[in-house]
């Protein structure tokens, strides 16, 4: 649900001009989420012996160690619990691995994606040739990208902020 929620508001965002659609990137998505101010998840445990996640934190558990074990979760006991563990940390050093590299390329690679539309915005397609294109038209688009996408997250976040603080009224009011 939260996947469908974020695409919605995001769609939302580029009707009311707050954000452009060369704007949406998976570090936008990323911000867009609930838990993105939380920590990433290191270990999923699914119980049952079912062998998918059903739609359930899946972008965040994208560097995680995925455990399925084949107990219902009423007999899920201190063995089963140690034998996740123990596997996680057999894992836990390729997925740290992962992660600390990944960030970096992201970057780059959004970087070098939002050069190619800097320079397709700025140069026609008729007129290459005549395309003064430089490293500035770059870096300011760029940084218009960066400040775009940051007011939309905020807002996103005042939101639902506002929205959590009525929440906590009617609670209060309501006990």
Excluded at 4 to 10: E, L
Excluded at 22 to 36: A, F, G, H, R, V
Excluded at 98 to 113: C, D, G, I, S, V
Aim: proline letters at 3%; aromatic letters at 10%.
């Amino acid at each position: 649900k939260q996947w469908y929620q974020r695409r919605v508001r995001v769609a939302q965002g580029v009707v009311a001009g707050d954000l452009r659609v060369t704007d949406i990137n998976e570090t936008l998505m990323d911000q867009c989420m609930y838990s993105e101010d939380l920590p990433p998840v290191d270990m999923l445990l699914r119980t049952s012996g079912e062998v998918r996640l059903s739609d359930f934190m899946i972008w965040q558990a994208n560097f995680a160690a995925l455990q399925f074990v084949k107990v219902l979760w009423p007999d899920f006991g201190f063995w089963h619990l140690i034998g996740s563990l123990l596997d996680f940390q057999r894992h836990e050093p390729l997925i740290s691995q992962n992660r600390a590299t990944y960030k970096p390329f992201l970057q780059r690679m959004t970087r070098a994606e939002l050069s190619a539309v800097a320079h397709t915005e700025h140069c026609t397609l008729s007129s290459h040739e005549d395309c003064h294109f430089n490293e500035a038209i770059s870096e300011a688009y760029i940084e218009t990208h960066r400040m775009r996408t940051e007011n939309f997250v905020n807002n996103l976040k005042a939101e639902r902020r506002k929205l959590l603080e009525n929440c906590a009224e009617i609670t209060v009011a309501g006990a």
